[in-house]
């Protein structure tokens, strides 16, 4: 594991989109596992800057997002469909036909599971995959449960994450209940983790995840085992270590 410090939001998202682009660089037909919420957001403001100034390429890159809503249109400006568009795709040349989601849509989960499952395997799995934490040390959806979960998977969302949701909606009623992830084995799958974190309320949550006992209680922690995981914080959200 290696942690790079950064002293605000703005650095942290200019070094973790860096790493995103050496990869674009080094492998132009690379598989990026990317993520939505808050803290990625000023990361693709860096990449699409960077594609508009003639120094990225995203032709050959093929996108597996981390998750999906359940019942949510793809229309519907939260989806995080919708939110990947709005902050990255639209922006830059990825091509359409490799742009990769859940179906929030597919209320079959079973059937949409195994299906996305199958895509990330013809797709020869995932290059570099990028994470944010939820304060419950959730990585996509992946909630504090007994066991880590396997592959894609449905899930229930807990009251503290539709509670940090809510933000994104005009009411917590109108946050969906469930959830399409990959699960912790998927992501572990990945040759590379990124993961961004930013801000104090973060902080305590980091300290349990990477300098605490690995459990599936706090799903982040798995990432302590991986081979090549990478943390990128600021200086609030690391204040504790
Ligand atoms: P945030 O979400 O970036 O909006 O804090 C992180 C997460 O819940 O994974």
Redesign the pocket.
């Known amino acids: 594991m290696r942690i790079v410090r950064t002293k605000d939001y703005e650095e942290m998202s200019r070094k973790a989109a860096a790493i995103i682009s050496a990869q674009v660089v080094i492998k132009p037909d690379c598989v990026l596992g990317l993520?939505t919420?808050?803290?990625?957001v000023g990361i693709y403001k860096n990449l699409v800057n960077w594609y508009k100034g003639g120094d990225l390429d995203f032709s050959e890159v093929t996108s597996v997002n981390l998750d999906e809503y359940r019942g949510l249109p793809r229309e519907h400006k939260e989806s995080y469909w919708s939110f990947m568009h709005r902050n990255l795709f639209d922006h830059v040349n990825i091509k359409p036909e490799h742009i990769n989601l859940p179906d929030g849509m597919n209320m079959d989960a079973d059937a949409e599971c195994a299906r996305y499952d199958k895509v990330i395997e013809s797709v020869g799995g995932i290059d570099l995959q990028l994470?944010?934490?939820?304060h419950d040390g959730?990585?996509?959806f992946n909630e504090p449960s007994n066991a880590f979960d396997l592959g894609t998977h449905c899930v229930k969302l807990t009251d503290e994450?539709i509670d940090?949701n809510q933000r994104f909606f005009n009411n917590r009623d109108e946050v969906p209940r469930e959830a399409y992830t990959m699960g912790t084995r998927t992501i572990m799958q990945a040759r590379k983790v990124l993961m961004v974190v930013s801000g104090k309320d973060?902080a305590e949550i980091i300290k349990k995840a990477f300098f605490g006992p690995v459990t599936p209680e706090v799903p982040a922690s798995i990432l302590q085992m991986h081979p090549d995981f990478t943390l990128v914080a600021d200086e609030d959200a690391l204040s504790l270590l």
Request: proline share 7%; charged share 5%; no cysteine.
């Open positions: 993520a919420g808050g803290t990625p994470l944010g934490i939820g959730h990585i996509g994450t940090a973060k």
